[in-house]
């Protein structure tokens, strides 16, 4: 018979309890009861009399507790806090990998995961304890952050302990390149005048970039645009709504927020009063499941309002908003408080935006059209791979409606 591995501990359960759900507010204070219970039952029996410090305990509990919530909510140690308070313009985000760093007690973790990005690829979990890189222990984080900063193609050998996983386990990343443009391609397609743009962010001066793209490809005689959002991880929202304003009238609301019962919080985001020129031909706007935020915002909006084919796979489903919110005693929260809504009401936050013509991609497809956005610097193999390929997801797009 196997050993039991537990004690039962007195008074951590009681027989009999009601296991009906009280009221919200009478469920608060048995609620606390019961953590302040489970914290001192650990600082009284547990082991290890170094690692029961009240800060400690509470710090995990609510790091774990931020991290149950939602993929973007976060606990910010005082490690961390006190790291961009002596260098504020420290960015523990590494675009390349798709990480962001975090500092606790316990040293280097990963604080989250991006998608569309390396890591995310790779299956990592944020919260993981990063033991080692590239086989040695971690360095102090701005060092770390600078040696991180590697050129496409290079590789990073990561040493985890997933909070999920008994075993640590060793994971080689190669880093991708993080595009300066947010236009990266402009072009026409054929010569009936389709136009294809690929947007790869809604950073910087995107907007404006889309703009003399979409000029010199209406110089050129463009009659219809692909529009290409795939992968795209999303960015400002102020500049999402400005490019929409290039393709829907003046004052048009395009995105709304909404906190906790649906209320809404503020006045509509509406596109610009003005609009230089009307675009009123057809858009066939592509998504993938790595097309998240502001991509989803305006595929949404676009497919709400009639005046895009939404072409491609699911999208991402990220759809919310965060602040940063200070705890003192150097801690702090990276809270979700609300979610974006498209004309329609409808939030892509969990669900995504679902196409109007879906199409099967593969792996086999994925590894291509990521080869396919790096055309100017494939090896003689990877531009062999790619002389073979067709993107289903462009060709549904040129193909006549029924």
């Known amino acids: 018979m196997r050993a039991l591995l537990f004690l039962l501990v007195p008074g951590l359960l009681s027989a009999g309890e009601k296991s009906t ?33 009240y800060d ?18 976060s606990f910010i140690h005082p490690e961390m806090a006190s790291a961009l308070e002596a260098d504020p313009k420290l960015d523990p985000f590494l675009p390349s990998l798709g ?12 604080a989250n995961v991006a998608p569309a990005t390396p890591a995310y690829r790779a299956g990592l979990l944020p919260g993981s304890t990063v033991l080692a890189i590239d086989g040695n222990p971690p360095p102090p984080l701005a060092e770390l952050l600078s040696s991180l900063r590697k050129a496409p193609g290079e590789k990073t050998r990561l040493t985890l302990k997933s909070p999920s996983e008994p075993k640590a386990i060793e994971v080689a990343l190669i880093h991708i390149a993080v595009e300066d443009r947010a236009v990266t391609d402009a072009r026409l397609l054929d010569p009936q005048g389709t136009g294809y743009l690929r947007l790869a962010s809604f950073m910087g001066s995107c907007a404006r970039e889309t703009e003399a793209a979409l000029d010199e490809l209406e110089d050129q005689g463009m009659k219809s645009l692909i529009l290409d959002l795939r992968g795209n991880p999303g960015g400002d929202l102020h500049q999402t ?12 609301p395009v995105v709304t927020t909404r906190g906790r019962g649906g209320e809404t919080l503020g006045k509509p985001l509406t596109t610009p009063t003005r609009q230089r020129h009307k675009r ?74 679902t196409p109007d013509l879906k199409v099967d991609f ?41």
Not at 26 to 51: G, S, W
Not at 99 to 110: A, H, K, M, N
Not at 317 to 330: E, L, T
């Open 99 to 110: 990480i962001t760093l975090g500092l606790r007690d316990d040293g280097l973790y990963l």
């Open 280 to 353: 009123d031909y057809p858009i066939h706007v592509l998504i993938d499941r790595m097309s998240a935020s502001a991509s989803e915002l305006t595929a949404g909006a676009l497919q709400d309002l009639k005046r895009a084919t939404i072409v491609g796979e699911t999208s991402y489903g990220k759809g919310s908003v965060q602040n940063i919110i200070p705890c003192g005693s150097g801690t702090a929260l990276r809270l979700t408080i609300a979610t974006y809504h498209t004309p329609s009401g409808k939030t892509p936050h969990r669900v995504g935006i």
């Open 21 to 53: 759900t009280p009221d919200p507010d009478e469920a608060a204070y048995p609620a606390i009861e019961r953590f302040v219970t489970v914290l001192e039952q650990v600082r009284k029996r547990h082991p290890d009399a170094d690692r029961v410090a």
């Open 241 to 252: 709504v400005e490019i929409l304003g290039l393709f829907l009238p003046p004052s048009t």
């Open 56 to 73: 400690r305990l509470v710090n995990h509990a609510l790091e774990g507790m931020l991290a149950s919530l939602d993929p973007f909510s």
């Open 362 to 402: 593969t792996d086999a497809d994925r590894e291509r059209l990521a080869l396919s956005y790096r055309r100017a610097a494939l090896t003689a193999e990877e531009t062999k791979q790619l002389e073979s390929w067709t993107d289903p997801v462009i060709q549904a797009a040129l193909k006549p409606a029924n």
